[in-house]
């Protein structure tokens, strides 16, 4: 009987170690809010951030691409949410050519991607990213059409020659 409460225990103890390593992983990682006051506080209530950096790892939260009103050009759309991923990432120290995955949610992936894969080519450069495109029912915004989610690795720091 005590053997098995001993292996209960352990078991138990196991079982909760992922969580607070995890917990504890974001602690030690460099969290980046947004730096415009209102995302900031959206971000707050809702309980994100721009992004994490955890080691050389970068974790972007997804950036929502939208229409203006009245605006009908999907490529300047994605031109703001790519700029937009381009300063979270400098100021993560790092930079589009240390994207190393891309996943896109789509509200109509067909009609989506040629204005998307047009902006992604001025800013993405070979060797390429992995990338997947995801077709979904719709985002938050409603007025969302595309959100984007970036890993990238932080570059190793430059060392000089003596």
Do not use: C
């Amino acid at each position: 009987m005590q053997r098995r409460a001993v292996g209960l225990a352990l078991l138990g103890a196991l079982l909760l170690t992922p969580g607070a390593a995890a917990g504890q992983a974001r602690r030690q990682a460099t969290v980046l809010m947004s730096e415009n006051e209102g995302a900031r506080r959206g971000q707050e209530e809702w309980g994100y951030s721009d992004a994490v950096v955890a080691g050389d790892s970068i974790y972007l939260s997804g950036i929502v691409v939208g229409l203006r009103e009245g605006e009908t050009d999907l490529a300047a759309a994605y031109d703001r949410a790519y700029r937009h991923i381009g300063e979270i990432l400098r100021r993560a120290g790092a930079s589009w050519d240390d994207v190393v995955d891309i996943t896109s949610y789509h509200t109509d992936v067909t009609t989506q991607m040629e204005a998307i894969v047009s902006v992604h080519r001025r800013y993405v450069t070979a060797p390429f990213p992995a990338w997947t495109a995801i077709d979904v029912d719709r985002l938050i915004p409603d007025r969302g059409i595309t959100e984007i989610k970036i890993v990238a690795r932080r570059p190793a720091p430059a060392t000089t020659a003596n």
